[in-house]
């Protein structure tokens, strides 16, 4: 699977990722949180690197890429993801 450039940070939340800077990779990791409106992500601390905070305004890019699991599931999509991919119904008081 070719990786790609995801926009809405907030849905990433433990999800690994590449941080990229003017197409540079300048830091991969787990996502430990992330902004609700997407102007900043932590990274986790992973062996000798802190936690990092990674802030769209600098001009950084998240990109992600779709990985194969063993077993029954096919790919891995983060909880809040998954909940923004399925259209919810609606219900009108009568």
């Avoid at 990786?3 to 991969?28: F, I, M, S």
Wanted: hydrophobic share 45%; charged share 25%.
């Amino acid at each position: 699977m070719c990786p790609y450039r995801h926009d809405a940070w907030q849905n990433l939340v433990g999800a690994l990722v590449e941080v990229r800077k003017h197409g540079t990779v300048v830091r991969e990791g787990l996502v430990d949180d992330a902004m609700p409106d997407s102007s900043a992500l932590w990274i986790a601390a992973d062996g000798f690197t802190n936690r990092v905070l990674i802030e769209a305004a600098e001009g950084f890019e998240v990109w992600v890429e779709p990985r194969k699991l063993e077993g029954k599931l096919a790919y891995r999509m983060t909880a809040p993801a998954l909940r923004a991919a399925v259209p919810r119904p609606t219900f009108s008081a009568v």
